[in-house]
């Protein structure tokens, strides 16, 4: 556990990925950027594009560390392990990924709450 700033991230397959399609995403940023303890969130389309690893790439921050919440994690880990090393963060602690497909909103949340629970923050 440490006291960096988390930052959250929503991958959304493009959006029209039928995992997320009991999710209400608008309504899970909408709550998380405005009510949970992180320093900001919103929608990516698919960071595992070209231009997702150059938008990492450009945004990424040492100090900073990042829930993703989208798909499976052990595939978070391995799309995502260049852009996280580029910049020096660990992965392995900089990374919480988190797989929120099939979820509706309710259940989706709960795994954020968790997650930052886990990470220190009072949610
Ligand atoms: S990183 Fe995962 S959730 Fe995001 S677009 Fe790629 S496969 Fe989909």
Redesign the pocket.
Known sequence: MDDKAIGFIF?V?TGK?PGFAELDIWDFINIIRAEYPVEYAFIHP???DEDGERFLDSFLKKETKYIVA??APV??TK?FRDSFKKVGLDITKDLIPLDVRNMKLKDALTVVKNALKEAGKDV
């Open positions: 991958c397959c990925c698919m960071l595992c989208g798909c595939m978070q799309l």
